[in-house]
């Protein structure tokens, strides 16, 4: 009787195994679904699995440090922004955890509009599902779809408005104004920017605001195919917040080394050692603030 039972444990441990989608079975890199999705759609849609271990009651990859913090998506939590109008925002890096920006997802619905920042404060904001119209001076008005972005200096008059669903991120700081400098606004598409040297290193850059010594931080957008890294371990004084918006990989932020995908958000500190290795089947782009053109003194 105990062969008769062991025998037919393991014949339903191998069925169940070997079904489509069990346990065992790993996910299929050609999955035709998963190519039919709109662009940056995994940083919204957060579609988990058991594979993932992220369903399990209490689990998180989330961490937060003195000089870094990972927030996945299973832990932004959304709520109404102020002055904003039909639209939640989940801030994901604010001063109360080291930074000197803030930046935070809004999920616009029908009928929305944005409220303006605070007095000199600047404003950037990237197109991640749906559309929204930016108005601004002599009420000029720009449509911006996904890839698409706006930046608005500090005081300026302008609205963000959307009558469907969208999804924005969205970075603010107060501007580090310099004599004579005066930043403009600006409103482009990453497809429009022009690939630029990275001597020493193989991933794609572009770069997403004017490099003038009127603006006081940019926008990277940063490529990776698949087993690509960075060569320089990073170290230096400028701070970083980063959005993934397509691939995995593993990130390393001071001694800690961190599994990421589409949706995670990270904050890097000055002088955070941090690095990026491309893992998995697909290109990794990601976004990532940085702050340049001010001395740190």
């Known amino acids: 009787m105990p062969t008769i039972f062991l025998l037919f444990l393991i014949s339903g441990v191998f069925r169940y195994s070997s079904a489509e989608q069990g346990f065992c079975s790993a996910p299929s890199a050609l999955n035709t679904e998963s190519k039919s999705k709109p662009l940056y759609s995994k940083v919204y849609e957060s579609t988990l699995s058991p594979l993932d271990l992220q369903n399990l009651p209490g689990f998180t990859r989330s961490v937060y440090k003195r000089d870094h913090a990972l927030i996945s998506p299973e832990s932004h939590v959304y709520g109404p922004l102020p002055e904003w109008i039909n639209t939640l925002g989940s801030y994901v890096i604010s001063p109360e955890m080291g930074s000197h920006f803030v930046m935070y997802l809004a999920k616009l619905?029908?009928?929305?509009?944005?409220?303006?920042?605070?007095?000199?404060?600047?404003?950037?904001?990237?197109?991640?599902?749906?559309?929204?119209?930016?108005?601004?001076?002599?009420?000029?008005?720009?449509?911006?779809?996904?890839?698409?972005?706006?930046?608005?200096?500090?005081?300026?008059?302008?609205?963000?408005?959307?009558?469907?669903?969208?999804?924005?991120?969205?970075?603010?700081?107060?501007?580090?104004?310099?004599?004579?400098?005066?930043?403009?606004?600006?409103?482009?598409?990453?497809?429009?920017?022009?690939?630029?040297?990275?001597?020493?290193?193989?991933?794609?850059?572009?770069?997403?605001?004017?490099?003038?010594?009127?603006?006081?931080?940019?926008?990277?957008?940063?490529?990776?195919?698949?087993?690509?890294?960075?060569?320089?371990?990073?170290?230096?004084?400028?701070?970083?917040?980063?959005?993934?918006?397509?691939?995995?990989?593993?990130?390393?932020?001071?001694?800690?080394?961190?599994?990421?995908?589409?949706?995670?958000?990270?904050?890097?500190?000055?002088f955070v050692p941090q690095w990026y290795a491309a893992l998995g089947k697909t290109p990794t782009r990601y976004l990532l603030y940085k702050d340049v053109n001010r001395s740190p003194l």
């Not at 400098?181 to 690939?195: C, G, I, M, R, W």
């Not at 390393?252 to 890097?268: E, F, K």
């Open 109 to 270: 619905k029908e009928n929305s509009r944005s409220g303006l920042p605070l007095h000199d404060v600047e404003r950037f904001i990237f197109v991640l599902h749906g559309a929204v119209t930016v108005t601004g001076a002599h009420s000029v008005s720009h449509v911006l779809k996904v890839d698409s972005y706006a930046y608005f200096p500090p005081n300026f008059e302008h609205s963000i408005e959307s009558d469907a669903p969208a999804i924005i991120v969205i970075f603010e700081r107060r501007h580090a104004q310099l004599a004579n400098h005066v930043p403009e606004p600006l409103v482009n598409s990453t497809d429009k920017q022009p690939l630029l040297e990275t001597p020493g290193e193989v991933f794609e850059l572009r770069k997403l605001l004017p490099s003038s010594l009127a603006y006081d931080f940019n926008i990277h957008i940063m490529d990776f195919q698949p087993g690509e890294f960075l060569n320089v371990k990073e170290v230096h004084y400028n701070q970083h917040g980063l959005l993934l918006l397509e691939g995995e990989g593993i990130y390393r932020l001071g001694g800690s080394w961190y599994p990421v995908q589409a949706g995670d958000v990270i904050w890097m500190a000055p």
